[in-house]
């Protein structure tokens, strides 16, 4: 597809929910996360009018294309793998930018529940501790749920951004990471030249889940250009900053 933008409807099953973020690199100085919503991952069809939509570019066997979620209709819907939904979506604007295929998405609905019997729900606990700032943090607990990969039902967004992200290594996102509700692709903006505004975009793989999990690998060092200096590594040194609210026991 071109980058001009189009809506579309869609209908197919959720075969992953992920959180969905932005993320700012500047050299290895600075790699700040913003969690906004959710990237559902759909095995479906997409349709501008009568036409089939074929091919969005970056999808794989394991999802024909990914739906941006905002916070509140996922709040709602409680989408979890199996469910059958359907909507519309608009095209990015700048799909450089933007991994989702689609967003502002629109006429959300849940066309047909999973079978969840047995299976456990989150459940979000607050923290006894209280943060830096004094106060009080959601938490899920990994360590409660079957896993990996840990397929309940997504937290909300602050239990994400408490938590904190670390470098994923592309192929384990790809492979067994996949459906795990701890896993995620961000649309990454690398500050290339402060004094004249120039930045530079990619997608990056990231994992929010429990320290010891045994899938959990990071993958190699990234790059991080800068004009006129070349290319620093992050090699996960600011995954202990990205991560340092955790406890010191693992969850």
């Known amino acids: 597809m071109d980058a001009d933008q189009v809506k579309l409807s869609w209908e197919g099953v959720v075969v992953s929910v992920q959180p969905r973020s932005t993320v700012w690199r500047y050299w290895v100085d600075n790699r700040t996360h913003r969690e906004i919503g959710y990237n559902v991952f759909i095995q479906g069809t997409a349709r501008f009018g009568d036409s089939i939509v074929e091919d969005f570019g970056r999808g794989f066997p394991r999802y024909d294309f990914c739906v941006a979620v905002p916070e509140k209709q996922q709040e709602k819907l409680a989408l979890r793998i199996g469910d059958i939904v359907r909507g519309t979506g608009w095209t990015p604007k700048y799909p450089n930018e933007e991994f989702a295929d689609l967003y502002r998405v629109g006429a959300l609905r849940v066309i047909e529940r999973a079978d969840h019997v047995g299976e456990p729900e989150v459940a979000v606990v607050v923290d006894v501790d209280p943060c830096h700032d004094g106060t009080l943090v959601p938490r899920v607990f990994s360590r409660d749920y079957p896993g990996p990969p840990w397929t309940m039902s997504a937290p909300p967004l602050d239990v994400y951004s408490w938590r904190g992200a670390r470098m994923l290594a592309k192929p384990s996102w790809k492979a067994k990471c996949f459906e795990c509700v701890w896993a995620a692709v961000s649309n990454v903006t690398?500050?290339?030249?402060?004094?004249?505004?120039?930045?530079?975009?990619r997608f990056e793989s990231f994992c929010y889940g429990p320290q010891s999990c045994?899938?959990?690998?990071?993958?190699?060092?990234?790059?991080?250009?800068?004009?006129?200096?070349?290319?620093?590594?992050d090699d996960g040194c600011l995954d202990e900053i990205c991560t340092e609210l955790r406890s010191a026991w693992d969850e």
């Open 214 to 233: 045994k899938w959990y690998k990071p993958g190699p060092a990234r790059l991080v250009a800068y004009k006129g200096r070349g290319s620093a590594k």
């Open 190 to 201: 690398i500050q290339h030249d402060f004094d004249r505004g120039i930045e530079k975009h």
